[in-house]
């Protein structure tokens, strides 16, 4: 663009040259909202294309927003020339066979839980995948390891949740290379809740919670596309999110035991997959402590039914 | 008028522009810093203010944010805008990252923005050196030095401006564990330092410190001539003992 050319920032520029930067932007605007209303009505197949929409467009419509995505200070934007070029074809899931009416969200229908405790974060998910009315997949992998301290859950757009989240992978480490020592959860979720709310609005369907052990002890943040960035001490994301709260709500201690807490996730996610059609297969658990993050189990669901049920006969 | 380079590698490496900087730098009025144990302390040899002009706008020691300052030493114009930069890249990185900057993140920062306008078109590199002093969060004090190279080094104690080399002379033979073991004695040692370059005295110095979670303080002229009383007269004892020494 012409500003780069001069070294000066888009903001400077756009400043000193308000006719021709007022029509560019709106040009711009009416192009991107016919795009995003002519995809949206389109299937599954070309929902999960429309996360495959070319990124260097995406981040010309960061600049034209004033934002200087590849210009803050703090380094935390790509560079001008770092276009990043992320072409997914939508080989998951089923062809679109329902037509084109039918907006099919991959992976609301979930269960993904994460808890603070005295002994660090406890995140519990399940790892069916729908897609109306089918099972698209009972093994999902619905936590994205971000960092060795740090994890991300995933639930709306697979699509989304894992590129944005591997993006802020990159971002953690090129922060710890320059700062010499780890980012914090705080730090982290932040980057990830303003790169996602610059596309607020443009169809980005991601809910995630972002949980890590810093400085400050365990951290737990909600961070989803609408721009929200909570901190909590519980949080529950999904269709079967209403099931596990009860079950977590009721059994939720500080002086629990990292046994006891990786149980009390598990009960709640198999809980939320017995009753929601949308949530089932695995219960993946993992423990993030002042080490990082272990992996404790991964059980079926249906062998939890028969460890619970049982005694009950 | 974007197109032309100021800033080009003569033909034996040097960047000219950069090193005349430099010189610009030199021109300017001293200023010390020192890292003590729990206290940074800043002081600037003030120029003599005209009759009519208030003192309060001459100032050359400037907060960037609760617990960081700077001095600096060359072109006081090219020192605001350097300042300003910084004190908003403070508050962005709290709002980012929910944290106060460390000293050294924002030394980094300062010096790369200068390292930028060694290499643009159409720009010429920033005339100042500047100290950059303060505590982390984790209570180490810091201090930094950079230059209009955009170099950055930390230091125990270092000075900039006209006769720096004289007062980091003095500051090599006279720093040492007992000179800053208190606070007391750190600001005792900075003022002594300006006094081998400063002319007239306690009114021409101006000080400030910054003690570990407290912000910066400038001292007032007062307290600045107490100190400076109390100076000549621990130099009139040591005088009076070698004296004696001598004579027996």
């Known amino acids: 663009m012409k500003c780069y050319r001069l070294f000066i920032p888009y903001s400077r520029w756009r400043d000193a040259h308000p006719i021709v930067h007022s029509q560019k932007y709106h040009r711009r605007r009416r192009v991107c909202r ?30 034209s927003f004033g934002c200087r995505f590849g210009q803050t200070d703090l380094g935390f934007g790509a560079a001008p020339g770092d276009r990043l070029n992320f072409a997914i074809k939508a080989s998951l899931g089923p062809d679109d066979k329902d037509g084109p ?21 406890i995140v519990a998910v399940d790892s069916r995948a729908t897609a109306g009315a089918y099972i698209a997949s009972q093994t999902v992998k619905k936590v994205i390891e971000i960092n060795p301290y740090l994890l991300g859950t995933m639930a709306g757009g697979a699509a989304d949740c894992s590129f944005w989240e591997r993006l802020l992978a990159r971002q953690c480490r090129v922060y710890e290379l320059r700062n010499k020592e780890r980012i914090s959860v705080a730090a982290a979720s932040k980057l990830l809740a303003n790169m996602v709310y610059q596309y607020k609005g443009m169809g980005l369907s991601m809910g995630t919670m972002v949980c890590g052990w810093d400085k400050r002890g365990p951290g737990l943040y909600y ?16 269709s079967g999110s209403m099931y596990a709260y009860g079950v977590v709500d009721s ?10 807490a990786c149980e009390l996730g598990r009960r709640a996610i198999y809980q939320a997959t017995y009753r929601d059609a949308y949530s089932g297969g695995q219960v993946n658990l993992y423990h993030v402590h002042s080490e990082g993050w272990t992996r404790v189990s991964q059980e079926d669901v249906l062998k939890l039914h028969h460890q619970y049920q049982e005694p009950k006969k | 008028i974007y197109d032309r380079a100021i800033t080009v590698f003569s033909p034996d490496g040097h960047l000219f522009q950069v090193e005349y900087a430099q010189e610009a730098v030199k021109k300017g009025s001293t200023a010390v810093g020192i890292r003590g144990k729990d206290i940074v ?13 208030e003192e309060r706008t001459v100032r050359k020691i400037c907060a960037l944010d609760d617990h960081v300052c700077m001095a600096f030493a060359g072109l006081t114009a090219d020192a605001r805008i350097v300042i300003n930069r910084a004190r908003v890249e403070c508050q962005s990185h709290r709002l980012t990252v929910e944290d106060p900057v460390t000293v050294e993140y924002i030394t980094r920062h300062i010096a790369t923005l200068k390292q930028r306008y060694t290499q643009s078109n159409g720009r010429r590199p920033f005339g100042i050196s500047a100290l950059i002093v303060g ?23 270092n000075a900039i401006g006209r006769s720096a080399k004289t007062v980091r002379e003095f500051l090599e033979k006279n720093y040492t564990e007992e000179s800053i073991a208190t606070d007391n004695e750190a600001i005792k040692l900075a003022i002594k330092a300006l006094l081998e370059v400063v002319q007239s005295g ?24 107490t100190l400076v009383t109390e100076i000549e007269k621990e ?11 001598k004579s027996t």
Request: glycine share 6%; aromatic share 8%.
């Open chain 2, 41 to 53: 302390v800043l002081g600037v040899e003030k120029k003599s203010v005209a009759k009519l002009q």
């Open chain 1, 251 to 260: 059994g939720l201690r500080q002086d629990l035991s990292v046994e006891e």
């Open chain 2, 202 to 225: 306690g009114k021409n110095i101006e000080l400030a410190v910054i003690r570990r979670n407290q912000s910066l303080k400038l001292l007032e002229s007062k307290e600045i001539e």
């Open chain 2, 135 to 157: 505590f982390d969060s984790d209570g180490t004090p810091r201090l930094y030095q950079t230059d209009p190279s955009g170099t950055y080094h930390a230091w125990k104690a």
């Open chain 1, 101 to 121: 009416e039918r907006k099919i969200e991959f992976l609301h229908g979930t269960t993904t839980l994460a808890f603070k405790f005295q002994h660090g974060v």
């Open chain 1, 223 to 238: 961070v989803d596309s609408e721009g929200n960035r909570v901190c909590g001490d519980l949080f529950a994301v999904g």
């Open chain 2, 235 to 245: 130099k009139e004892e040591e005088a009076e003992k070698k004296k004696q020494k």
């Open chain 1, 34 to 63: 016919l795009i995003s209303k002519t995809l949206s009505k389109m299937a599954l197949s070309s929902v999960l294309q429309s996360e495959s929409a070319d990124f260097s467009f995406n981040n010309d419509r960061s600049f």
